[in-house]
């Protein structure tokens, strides 16, 4: 169903598409189709409701954002099945991004009162400046079915605690969660048109009439590099505001000084990450050559033991990729890098033994003697494959770590703070775990530099990225 104007809908067309099981291949549930019509209906719907939801007190908005957070608590068990049939990541880890994911509401509700302004001194004894913060407009938001539930409310959240309205076009292949989303929405009463939600099987059209309508003041976009740059195109043409959440190529970097276990156990557990469908997993694992057997043996045991399965499966910490495409993509990386002359110490292929065979099931993987002639050096994986890489000096490893035109989240292990300041200062990249292999959270600002996107989500930051700043200038 659509959710537009505060009223479940089916589309324009009477279309719908079939949602999948990505461990299984089997058929869910079908959903309806939005379209370019659908979109536009949803966007006049979020204008007619702006000045009503931004003209509410921040007290009032606050209050359906922690209804909100302890709904969405209630339901997190229903939730997290559902993302386990339609995502496939284990009921574990969906259970956790679903408290990540009300976190974020939580923690929006708190910063819808603090959205502060200031006075400045003015060289004229007649005149005073003010600084106002407003909400953008409407907002559309574009998200990815990796994390088809925390990428929505880290969205949802800061713009209905900014005042704005929002138009959101999910994942085709997770609808379901963002309609379970929605459903939490509608029912804390919040007013008709500040949330609406479209689905649809084909994302060019909707984001088409998304990006060309003057009405929408900001685009928010989680995916691919790729799309976000067509997107973002898209929106220059009637200059919105926009955030970027773009791909990543995250360099793991052990120093020799470093516990090789320790530091095999957090690469092992942040690979994996999704099933290393997660933009900061990492993607280049640099290892200081003094402890590179030690580091390679621990990571390659600890790897090499992950079960695959279905993600109700209890004990399984690897479900399937998302879909076809996505395991043919890891499929031919893994096969090109050992063409070029990689080793496979574990995994390597893809995994078909009895109920796995219908799933996109790929084997964890562990990949030495990586080179930068390797595509798996450049592209981004997406699937849980490790690739190796031994370095000989600080200088040369950071040189390396850099070479990318990514600037998501990067990875650092020693215990020497020489070593761990001046990478931290060194490296190019909007995020830096140091010993550390889960540096976000609803309160940290999460976002990349370069072709890893614009702006911040979560923290301080991420209200403002729905904020315009008005400036008043007061003489008397
Ligand atoms: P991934 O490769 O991880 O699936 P994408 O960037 O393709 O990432 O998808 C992320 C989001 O962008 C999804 O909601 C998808 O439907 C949407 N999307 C993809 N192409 C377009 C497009 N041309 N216009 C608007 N949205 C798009």
Redesign the pocket.
């Known amino acids: 169903m659509l959710y537009i104007d505060g009223q479940w809908q089916a589309a324009a067309s009477g279309a719908t598409f079939a949602v999948t099981d990505p461990a299984t291949g089997k058929v869910l549930d079908h959903v309806a189709d939005g379209g370019a019509a659908d979109a536009r209906r949803a966007i006049e719907a979020a204008a007619a409701a702006f000045d009503g939801w931004a003209g509410l007190t921040a007290y009032q908005r606050s209050e359906k954002l922690y209804a909100a957070y302890h709904l969405m608590l209630e339901r997190r068990e229903d939730l997290a099945k559902l993302m386990t049939s339609e995502q496939g990541k284990p009921l574990r880890a969906a259970r956790i991004e679903v408290g990540y994911a009300a976190d974020f509401l939580l923690w929006f509700a708190e910063e819808a009162k603090r959205v502060y302004g200031q006075t400045i001194p003015s060289n004229r004894a007649e005149q005073r400046f003010m600084v106002l913060h407003q909400p953008v407009g409407v907002c559309a938001a574009?998200?990815?079915?990796?994390y088809p539930v925390s990428m929505l409310t880290r969205k949802i959240g800061p713009a209905l605690a900014a005042g704005c309205t929002i138009v959101l076009?999910?994942?085709?292949?997770t609808p379901l969660c963002a309609i379970e989303v929605f459903k939490i929405l509608d029912e804390v009463g919040l007013p008709p048109g500040v949330v609406n939600l479209v689905p649809?099987s084909d994302?060019?059209p909707?984001?088409?009439e998304?990006?060309s309508a003057p009405e929408v003041r900001k685009l928010t976009?989680?995916?691919?590099?790729?799309?976000?740059k067509?997107?973002m195109a898209?929106a220059a043409t009637t200059m919105k505001r926009v955030s970027m959440e773009?791909?990543g190529h995250a360099p793991f970097i052990v120093y020799d000084d470093a516990d090789p276990k320790r530091a095999a156990t957090g690469a092992a557990m942040v690979k994996v990450l999704n099933t290393g469908?997660a933009c900061i997993c990492p993607n280049r694992l640099y290892v200081q050559r003094g402890i590179a057997d030690a580091f390679i043996a621990a990571l390659a045991d600890r790897i090499g033991k992950m079960q695959a399965g279905s993600g109700f499966t209890e004990g399984v910490q690897i479900g399937p990729l998302?879909d076809q495409p996505?395991l043919e993509k890891v499929d031919r990386q893994v096969r090109d890098a050992v063409a070029k002359g990689a080793t496979v110490v574990t995994g390597g292929q893809r995994l078909t033994d009895g109920p796995l065979a219908d799933g996109y099931f790929f084997a964890p993987t562990v990949l030495t003697g990586v080179t930068d002639e390797m595509v798996i050096y450049r592209e981004e994986t997406?699937g849980p494959v490790a690739p190796v890489i031994v370095f000989d000096t600080e200088d040369e490893v950071l040189a390396m770590a850099n070479d990318t035109e990514y600037g998501l989240a990067s990875y650092v292990y020693t215990n020497d703070l020489g070593r761990a300041y001046r990478s931290i200062e060194k490296l190019k990249f909007g995020i830096v775990g140091v010993n550390d292999i889960n540096p976000t959270g609803a309160a940290a600002p999460f976002g990349g530099v370069k072709s890893s996107g614009l702006g911040r989500e979560g923290g301080q930051d991420g209200i403002t990225e729905y904020l315009d700043t008005k400036l008043v200038g007061l003489s008397f």
């Open positions: 574009i998200t990815p079915w990796n076009k999910p994942a085709e292949q649809t994302p060019v909707v984001g088409a998304l990006l976009f989680t995916g691919s590099t790729e799309v976000g067509l997107l898209q773009l791909g469908q998302v996505s997406f």
